[in-house]
């Protein structure tokens, strides 16, 4: 028969037996639909939740580049050849904005001029493998990210092991004699991987990125305009901003209210007193955002705010872009 463990509480359920928990086992026969159903929806809000952590992490960055920019930054295996100040600095940033997979390439041990300009090493780290402490301090920034460390020199890698690069699609060398670098060069281009070299001369330095032809397929434009039709409204719009009251003196309802709603309402009012004509000219639209901003109760309506910066939205010609009627 299958096992599955029993619904007790935590003590109950878990015996100590050389430091490890392990679970008492019972006949899954005994255990009731309800429980099963408890387990089952216990289940799908754990994955519910695993699912949404990463955008709740990583929130600022997925409003500049989106899903697909995050999705390419989680698939993506850096290699780091060096791990001095220069590597670490770079190989931070990316951890915290949740890499896929890094690699550090170092043979070198901590010495005492590595506590002054490494922020990643302390005192415990002297005379132990750089790449190692590193990788360490690294995983402990983002856990979700996986941090591996080869101790060998970088220039020795590249001359006995060409076929290692190939395993990642950037790699970032730092601090490489110009020798090792053409070599590299020479190594990745042949892979077609991302070749990005570094160097620093105290506070000057100069990187290089070295890459066959790069076609950006999806680009994002800041020009984008959303349709939301609030130079025409369907009815059904029409009659849920009208549910609406926008002159509810209740400070909570009134700063909750839909900013959209705010312009039907608003541009209708408009319209009202201009013989059915939108805001327009340029003093006109400068007319229409005093008359949003004379409905705030409190300058944080955030609601409000946003309406007065999509007002222009009121007075946009209907019409298909270009690029919607390609697509």
Known sequence: KR?????????????????V??????????????????????????????????KTKYDRQLRIWGDQGQA?????????????????????????????SVTVVDGSKVEQSDLGNNFLLDEGCLGQSRAKSICSFLQELNDAVKA????????????????????????????????????????CRSANIVLVAARSYGLTGLVRVSIKEHCVIESKPDHSLDDLRLHNP?????????????CDKDPVVHKHTPYIVILVRLAEKWADAHDGQLPSTRQEKRE????????????????????????????????????????
């Open 3 to 19: 096992l599955a463990p029993t619904s007790a509480s935590r003590e109950q359920l878990h015996a100590r037996e050389g430091g």
């Open 21 to 54: 928990a392990i679970p008492h086992l019972v006949p899954l026969p005994l255990l009731g639909r309800s429980h099963r159903r408890e387990t089952t929806a216990s289940a799908a809000m754990a994955a519910a939740a695993a699912a949404a952590e990463p």
């Open 72 to 100: 390419a930054l989680e698939k993506a295996s850096i290699c780091l050849l060096n791990c001095g100040p220069t590597g670490t600095e770079a190989l931070k940033n990316l951890v915290l904005g949740g890499i896929g």
């Open 148 to 187: 591996k460390y080869v101790e060998e020199s970088p220039a020795t890698m590249i001359d006995t092991n060409p076929s290692f690069f190939s395993q990642f699609t950037v790699v970032l060398a730092t601090q490489l004699p110009e020798s090792s670098l053409l070599k590299l060069d020479s190594i």
């Open 234 to 246: 369907w009815p059904e719009l029409k009659q849920f901003a009208k549910s609406i009251d926008i």
């Open 288 to 327: 229409f955002k005093d008359l949003i901003r004379a409905h705030m109760l409190n300058v944080d309506e955030d609601n409000y705010k946003e309406a007065v910066e999509s007002s222009y939205k009121v007075s946009v010609t209907p019409g298909i872009s270009v690029m919607k009627s390609v697509r």
